[in-house]
């Protein structure tokens, strides 16, 4: 495979039967397979063996899936376009010499090369919608607390959810039917708003007559002009179908960028200090003091983009510094959700371009880690949120797929589905 | 590191409250990296005081006993480990 996919590739059968009986998953590296590896993306877990499956990998199992291997990601998801990966980058199979988007850009990628009929991600800023977007199929991210994080190695965890890939909306949604839901062993889910006889994949009927689409203006501005005009095409078909939009305004998220990255790193700092090789991973000798062997581990085991992250989440959180950045993120965070339901209440889900700009070409932009981060616009501010958002192939500019993203209100993925499958 | 450039000692000290050593060059590279991400970072103090009234409840369980790995499969990743426990470098 020519692509670089997967990072291992391994078969584990499910159940003889089930709602996925006969259907093949793509499993994102950053969640545990018992008795698979799982590097996360990093050479530090290079040889991790999860002891346990995550509580989506059971139920996938349960579910009758066959997972067919564990997807290249950005290490730790931290990537807009799965080039941190310490085992090499992943080609986009719908543009050719591009970037598959990140940080699920493995998932992405499986999907659209018909290596796996869906695929799981998970989403921290984007990292399920940006690779949907430029690989041209169907990611969704869930609202937080309706799939279970248990088993999925942190990185953000106040931010992500874990989410399904598919070629359509459909199909990504018959994948959440079988991972969402309350689990006991992650205190942040709750039950579905399903009805017994409901599921999401049955809202995939494409019905967008007397919908009212908001479109945020901030989420335009200084996109790509093609990736714009794709955009409009996009919502004039929804408008053919019965559809109605109009602008609205979402101050805050002019604040979104720097007030998710203040977090994130934060929330980094904390969680990947566990990897100190003693218990697993990457191990730093025993030479020196405890301090000398930890720090030697996580030189030699974490990358560029991941110290990165964890030195500015360290700073961030310091002694005189903690109010004027983490406390300042969090009052951002807390106008772009009031701004999101004040924009909900006139509108039945928002639309925007997922992603500000086309693919990539591989190896563009690895240089500036700054402007990489201003390409999560789009995404970033549904996280802060908790929000569920869709992405749904909108057509092409110049060959490169483009992603149309819609946000709906807490819990209202039925909503979602039902308007995107209008699309794809 | 805020209201002037970032200097090399600061990246430096920062790698070490993080327990990450740094090469020569990564802190170069990290310096000036930094010193742009922080600058975009400073944009925050144009946002104003919000009203965070979170509407959660806690989630308890009772404190119960239940089913937890085994040692054995507790232990299978350490790089090492002696008479059942984990092996650590020396604390001091």
Redesign the interface.
Known sequence: MSENIFITEERIDGSDDGPLAGKTVAVKDNISTEGVRTTCGSRMLE???P??DATVVSRLKDAGATIVGKANMDEFGMGTTTETSYFGETDNPAAPGHVPGGSSGGSAAAVAAGEADLALGSDTGGSVRCPAAFCGVVGIKPTYGLVSRYGLVAYGNSLEQIGPFGETVEEAASLLDVIAGSD?RD??TRETPLEADESYADAATGDVDGLSIGVPTELLEGADEGVVETFWDALAELEDRGAEYHEVSLP?VE?AV??Y??IAMSEA?SNL?RF?????????????????????A??EG?G?EV??R???G???L?AG?HD??YK?????R??VK?DFDEALSEADVLASPTMPVPPFELGESLDD??QL?LADANTVPVNLADLPAISVPAGETDGLPVGLQLVGPAFGEERLIRAASALA | ??DDAVSPEE?RH??????????DD?VD??TG??A???E??E??????????DADLAN?M?PDEERAS?DSE??L?????TEDGY???????
Do not use: C
């Open positions: 040889d991790y063996v002891p346990y006991d205190a942040t805050s604040h720097e007030a990255y203040v700092s200090a100190d090789g003693v218990r697993y991973g990457r191990s730093g000798g025993y030479d020196g003091n405890w301090n000398e062997a930890f720090a030697t996580r030189e974490f560029d110290k990165r964890i030195l500015l360290t700073y961030a310091s510094y004027k950045y300042k993120a969090q009052d951002a807390a106008w009031q880690p700054l981060y | 590191m805020s990246v920062v790698a070490e409250l993080a327990r990450v050593d740094l090469a990564e590279r990290f990296q930094f742009d991400i922080l975009y970072f944009t925050l103090d144009e946002v104003p005081e919000v009203d965070r989630v369980r790995l499969e507790a299978r990743n350490a790089p090492e984990f092996k650590g470098p020396n604390v001091s």
